[in-house]
T-cell receptor
């Protein structure tokens, strides 16, 4: 069974902290994605990666960076967390045109 | 650019009622179309998909038909259950430079009462 895991389900951080969100997939997929999900706004793409060490900006990359050192792992980094980054963060990987999502990390920045 | 518009929720129904959630899209080329479902506290999971015009996707009693002439992909179920309460996302997918980038609608919340 396909699996995408995220390092934390819930996370509470303080303004200005550096935050790492980790995502691992076990399906040998080339493409991986980070989204944030907010009420009324649906899913918004932050970054995606189509290969190791490759990354592309999505619709809302400001305030975020990513790292993909290994095929199975895609990390989202908040260099200096702010309260407007409080959100649900979803990771996904894709095979052909179907996406597989992790359970999400609910991040609260105080 | 690509876009997906789906009806705003919440949609509130009684158990065994008929469900329709409307979805229309704008896209260049020939996209694939999807419905994803998100149950409370979980990530999204694929519900069904259709890859070309007139295809019908189906799963768990849900159906949707790819209508190119009306650029629509409406989700239907003949008799909903309380366990169908979730948020439903319509999405389209196109290839760009060898990568597949999906576009999601904003989601429609479905609440089913016993």
């Amino acid at each position: 069974d396909v699996k995408v895991t995220q390092s934390s389900r819930y996370l509470v951080k303080r303004t200005g902290e550096k935050v790492f969100l980790e995502c691992v997939q076990d399906m040998d997929h080339e493409n991986m994605f980070w989204y944030r999900q907010d009420p009324g706004l649906g899913l918004r793409l932050i970054y995606f990666s189509y290969d190791v060490k490759m990354k592309e900006k999505g619709d809302i990359p400001e305030g975020y960076s990513v790292s993909r050192e290994k095929k199975e792992r895609f990390s989202l980094i908040l260099e200096s967390a702010s309260t407007n980054q409080t959100s649900m963060y979803l990771c996904a990987s894709s095979s052909r045109n179907t996406q597989y999502f992790g359970p999400g990390t609910r991040l609260t920045v105080l | 650019g690509n876009s997906v518009t789906q009806m705003e929720g919440p949609v509130t129904l009684s158990e065994e009622a008929f469900l329709t959630i409307n979805c229309t899209y704008t896209a260049t080329g020939y996209p694939s179309l999807f419905w994803y479902v998100q149950y409370p506290g979980e990530g999204l999971q694929l519900l069904l998909k259709a890859t070309k015009a007139d295809d019908k996707g189906s799963n768990k009693g849900f159906e949707a038909t790819y209508r190119k002439e009306t650029t629509s992909f409406h989700l239907e179920k003949g008799s909903v259950q309380v366990s169908d309460s979730a948020v439903y996302f319509c999405a389209l997918g196109t290839s760009s430079g060898g990568s597949y980038i999906p576009t999601f609608g904003r989601g429609t919340s479905l609440i089913v009462h016993p």
